[in-house]
């Protein structure tokens, strides 16, 4: 396949920060360092996510564009306002706070340029973030569940460091919520609906300044909702499917023992296996809608 130059295609950078003053200055100089070095045309979207420290001052020193939220919305709603503000189809979002690196950029970019792939994640080689004792478990075991219920091998699903094609994400912008577990419904989104996805290693660093807005246990049970609710949408069977083969055995195992040891049949045996049906059916029905939908989106399919 033919390499497309680099510097024939125009992209957006966009970078969510919320009291981000010790590191967006560095952050945005070391992006603008690597895109100039090969040419690109970009522009450069700092969305203040309702900073109340120097934050939008220091990234307006740096010749971007700002745009501010009036309060705190969450990284979700800031990567939301930099997509819908951007110029371009080529999109570049990234964290402010030093944790990425910035010449895989390039890279990435290369990926889905060259591939035409629909998204590019940097896939984090190590975890450095802040609760590493609690994210780490955490986010192995949604990991887990998430591939399971995609179908896919994900080596990251949240990470902040992504590009992707601004006209596929729009398509799923309805999904997409205002908290950290935007980055997880994104890629999600992507994965279940067969789009291309491709994960290229990358390193991760400590922050290098601030604090970090992630709440442990209530983000921790936002991704966990959230990866159930996103595959809901698009494969409905991988949920339901094994939960009415679980109810529908532990309903025969009962009724056999309970035939065997006290030669009757229980009411609550004859419940687990109806309600077994239940959930088959109810799972048919989420799937028949979801191919309905998919049939008004795309009339070919």
């Not at 921790?220 to 494969?235: D, E, G, K, P």
Request: net charge positive.
């Amino acid at each position: 396949m033919n390499q497309k130059p680099l510097r024939q295609n125009s992209i957006s950078v966009i970078l969510p920060a919320y009291n981000e003053a010790d590191s967006i200055g560095e952050e945005i100089v070391q992006i603008q360092k690597v895109l100039k070095e090969s040419e690109i045309s970009y522009e450069f979207i700092v969305v203040d996510d309702g900073s109340t420290d120097e934050t939008s001052k220091i990234a307006q020193s740096k010749g971007v564009k700002v745009v501010r939220h009036a309060k705190n919305r969450g990284v979700g709603a800031g990567r939301k306002t930099g997509i819908l503000t951007a110029q371009n189809e080529i999109i570049v979002t990234t964290d402010a706070d030093g944790t990425y690196p910035q010449k895989p950029i390039l890279e990435m970019l290369q990926l889905i340029l060259e591939h035409d792939y629909d998204m590019v994640i940097g896939a984090r080689v190590k975890e450095k973030g802040t609760f590493y004792w609690l994210r780490l478990p955490a986010k192995f075991l949604i990991r887990k569940l998430a591939s399971y219920l995609s179908q896919e091998k994900i080596p990251d699903l949240n990470s902040g460091l992504r590009i992707f094609k601004k006209s596929i994400a729009l398509k799923y912008f309805y999904l997409l919520p205002d908290s950290h577990s935007w980055e997880s419904t994104i890629t999600l989104a992507f994965l279940c609906n067969h789009q291309r996805v491709y994960f290229h290693p990358i390193d991760y660093f400590k922050r290098s300044g601030g604090t970090s807005s992630f709440h442990p246990i209530k983000d921790t049970y936002n991704y966990f909702s959230l990866v159930i609710r996103t595959v809901m949408y698009f494969n409905p069977l991988r949920i339901f499917l094994p939960l009415f083969v679980f109810v529908l055995l532990s309903g025969c195992t009962k009724t056999i023992y309970d035939w065997l040891v006290y030669q009757n049949i229980g009411g609550f045996d004859v419940m687990l296996i109806l309600s077994s049906l239940i959930i088959l059916l109810t799972g048919l029905l989420a799937d028949l809608m979801v191919v309905l939908h998919r049939k008004l989106d795309h009339p070919s399919f």
